[in-house]
Nanobody
């Protein structure tokens, strides 16, 4: 089973940026899709972005044009660059690969 560890969360003002990282270990994920989800307080976990092993990307409408997902297959890592953050982006962000989840990293955007 793959283990996923997210990092890079924090507190940022509206309009700011953060870059999340998710490092995979235990199994290679270079031939697997990887994705980001988020869960805000009192809400269900929702899709944010995904990237296939070949680099095809897709995004939730709420983050298109502001977030960018990328990956480094040599490092078994996926990234999420988040720009123009707003308070509605406040959530715990989770990495997903091979039906496994990381522990999440908190992102808080203050107005």
């Amino acid at each position: 089973q793959v283990q996923l560890v997210e990092s890079g969360g924090g507190v940022v003002q509206a309009g700011g940026s953060l870059r999340l990282s998710c490092a995979a270990s235990g199994r290679t994920v270079s031939r697997s899709a990887m994705g980001w989800f988020r869960q805000a307080p009192g809400k269900e976990r929702e899709f944010v972005a995904t990237i296939t092993w070949s680099g095809f990307k897709s995004y939730a409408d709420s983050v298109k044009g502001r977030f960018s997902i990328s990956r480094d297959n040599a490092e078994n890592t996926v990234y999420l660059q988040m720009n123009s953050l707003n308070p509605e982006d406040t959530a715990v962000y989770y990495c997903d690969a091979q039906a496994s989840w990381g522990q999440g990293t908190q992102v808080t955007v203050s107005s």
